[in-house]
């Protein structure tokens, strides 16, 4: 969070740090897919999504809400029906005035929309054949994602630490070779876009290593965190509860508000009173603060789904 707060400083002031510094996304996708590579689906796909769809969504609408009503106000020719339609429904989230670092949404969601069948991937057993025919399905998802929405693109990153996560889980327990062919894969796959510099991702320009150094940041951090754990010795159980616990807890609330106060209409940059050190002051406690009251409304806001759902299911028993 910190490396993503200090990028979109920089890039109000157009530095140049504002690129090498905007890693956070990567390491956020990577690790989560890390994390859920090591997991399985208990209680049925269903639920399984409607629970994580209600942890992303309920913060997340609270936000919308709160932004677009304001856009109203502030940039009214800049909110049109498509605009809220879209980023209500999260087919593109990119595209609220004061809000365009939430199409972070449209891209986690489909990295949950693809994990089962990453999951069932992970758990058959299957002939050469058919496993080089998983890891094709996986890159064509991926590519069909990206012709979606061109922001999906940054899958890639979710199911490469999928992956890592499922060989250093599960092991021999899995098609371990399935696993590190499609992670091979999926990194070649990435190669070869940029050096085929798809104009229309806007991916083309720079050097082919400053780009990949950049895009497969998450997958870096994870190969350096297993080296220091090999190094020293670490526990790799309390290493993933660690990770977990500063992972899940508030990071992504965090970031659904950091940016209000740094870019567009309500920068505090705008006011030429503030120097840098107190704006990024000031950005750092608003970040962490709202992010803490945006967590709490998000809950009390499942906790309200969660009774309505509690009364609904006892009165079609009924």
């Known amino acids: 969070m910190l490396s993503i707060i200090l990028c979109h400083v920089c ?33 049925g796909i269903g639920r399984w999504y409607w629970r994580r769809f209600k942890r992303i969504y309920a913060p997340y609408l609270i936000l919308l809400i709160a932004i677009l009503i304001t856009d109203i106000f502030v940039v009214p020719d800049q909110v049109s029906i498509w605009v809220i339609v879209t980023s209500f429904t999260c087919i593109d989230t990119s595209n609220v005035p004061n809000g365009k670092h939430l199409w972070y949404i449209t891209v986690i969601l489909a990295c949950y929309l693809i994990t089962p069948y990453l999951m069932w991937v992970r758990d058959s057993r299957k002939s050469k054949t058919k496993d080089v025919m998983s890891i094709l399905s996986i890159i064509a998802i991926w590519f069909l994602l990206t012709l979606f929405n061109k922001q999906c693109f940054w899958v890639i990153n ?13 092991g021999n327990g899995i098609n371990t070779g399935l696993m590190k062919s499609a992670s091979l894969g999926s990194t070649l796959a990435i190669i070869v876009i940029f050096a085929a510099g798809w104009q ?3 991916f083309a320009s720079g050097g082919l290593v400053y780009r990949a150094l950049h895009i497969l940041a998450g997958i870096w951090t994870i190969a350096i965190a297993q080296l220091l754990k090999q190094f020293f010795s670490i526990d790799s159980e309390s290493l993933t509860a660690s990770v977990l616990d500063l992972f899940d807890k508030y990071s992504y609330d965090i970031y659904l508000v950091h940016q209000v106060l740094i870019l567009g209409s309500f920068s505090i940059f705008n006011n030429s009173s503030i120097g840098v050190v107190s704006g990024i002051t000031i950005a750092f406690i608003w970040s962490f603060v709202a992010g803490f009251l945006l967590h709490q409304a998000g809950e009390t806001l499942l906790s309200v789904v969660s009774v309505a759902e509690s009364k609904l299911a006892h009165s079609s028993k009924q």
């Open 11 to 43: 890039q109000y002031f157009g530095n140049e740090a504002a690129w090498w510094l905007n890693i956070g996304v990567q390491i956020f996708l990577t690790l989560s897919g890390f994390l859920f590579g090591g997991k399985a689906i208990n209680g």
């Open 158 to 170: 979710y199911i490469a630490g999928f992956l890592l996560g499922a060989i250093q889980t599960y």
């Open 200 to 202: 229309w991702l806007g």
